[in-house]
């Protein structure tokens, strides 16, 4: 059985990567930090590890964009978005009551003063966090289901996790406020990396190449070029990004992703014609891109 390293347990990570791939056909292998899923995978104990990269309302998660292109070298092999809906999960209003916190069953978050989550959290959820809670402090831990964890370890009824909803059920925490969320268009895009390829068999994936562009230096316009080489082509561009090399200050790569894969013709041909000008390219994977039906997505604890 192939293992699947995803932060966890109870995490957005580990239960979009369950949506598409199934509880049955993999073990998951459940990881404190994003570290450890990508220590995991480049060591072997895990074929594959989940790394959230972008989301709608945060943007790019850039520094595991960095851990790939200059610390991890393996690539991608499948990407999906996922719904995130956001909860507020704390020990239960009565409890909350019977320590004197200040229980109030239509506000069972008003006695909050702290509350845990995983970084990408507080800016997906800042009008209910401005509105709800504007004096409580926000501190951050390696995951949001940790977060709910905590909450339940420390007992304290003032602490609250931004959280899944898994989490609920497995710490024994109450929905103190569900969906959260600035809007309900929050999605999350995941990638798997590994050595192997993967895919879905009862899914069609839309096929994606993800490439590192380093720009030929003594070349005007030499990203005109790049862009060109897949424009005339009609290969659509889906993303570009650019980050440092980390090896002279303004020396950038660019982070480019299209639609279509390397067995087709026309990718391959793009690179070549990249190539040709003096521009460095990298594959980073040649992959299936996956989306999701709203009402298949899990939205009970
Ligand atoms: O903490 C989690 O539950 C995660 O899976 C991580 C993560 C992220 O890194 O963006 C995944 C989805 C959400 O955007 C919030 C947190």
């Known amino acids: 059985m192939k293992r699947i390293a995803t932060l966890g347990p109870a995490t957005f990570s580990e239960e979009s990567v369950q949506y ?29 590890g989940v790394i959230p990269i972008e989301n709608t309302l945060e943007g790019s998660v850039r520094n595991h964009l960095d851990t790939i292109v200059h610390e991890v070298d393996l690539p991608i092999q499948a990407e999906w978005l996922y719904p995130i809906r956001m909860n507020l999960l704390g020990l239960t209003a ?26 990408a959290a507080p800016a997906q959820c800042s009008v209910f966090l401005k509105t709800h809670l504007p004096h409580a402090q926000v501190d951050i831990v390696s995951s949001t289901a940790e977060g709910a964890r905590l909450v339940r370890e420390y007992g304290d009824p003032s602490i609250a996790a931004i959280s899944p909803l898994a989490p609920a059920k497995l710490y024994g925490l109450n929905v103190l406020a569900p969906d959260i969320q600035d809007h309900d268009a929050n999605v999350t895009r995941f990638i798997m990396i590994g050595r192997e390829p993967i895919a879905l068999t009862n899914r069609e994936g839309l096929p994606k190449t993800t490439i590192l562009v380093q ?3 003594d070349f005007p316009g030499a990203l005109h070029q790049v862009l060109a080489a897949f424009a ?13 090399t980390r090896k002279k200050l303004g020396s950038y790569y660019f982070y480019i992703e299209v639609e279509g894969s390397l067995d087709s013709v026309l990718i391959p041909a793009a690179l070549e014609e990249i ?4 521009c460095q390219v990298r594959l980073l994977g040649s992959y299936s891109s996956y989306t999701f039906e709203a009402s298949t997505v899990r939205s009970k604890a």
Request: hydrophobic fraction near 30%; aromatic fraction near 12%.
């Open 20 to 48: 598409y791939f199934g509880t049955e056909q993999y073990e998951y292998l459940p990881f404190k930090g994003i570290d450890e899923v990508f220590g995991a995978t480049v060591n072997g104990t895990a074929d594959y």
């Open 94 to 119: 009565s409890s909350a009551e019977e320590s004197g916190a200040g229980g109030d069953p239509d506000r069972p978050y008003a006695g909050i003063r702290k509350v845990l989550t995983h970084h």
């Open 215 to 217: 720009l030929a230096e």
């Open 232 to 244: 005339w082509r009609r290969i659509n561009l889906t993303r570009i990004e650019s980050r440092p």
């Open 275 to 278: 190539r040709a000008i003096g």
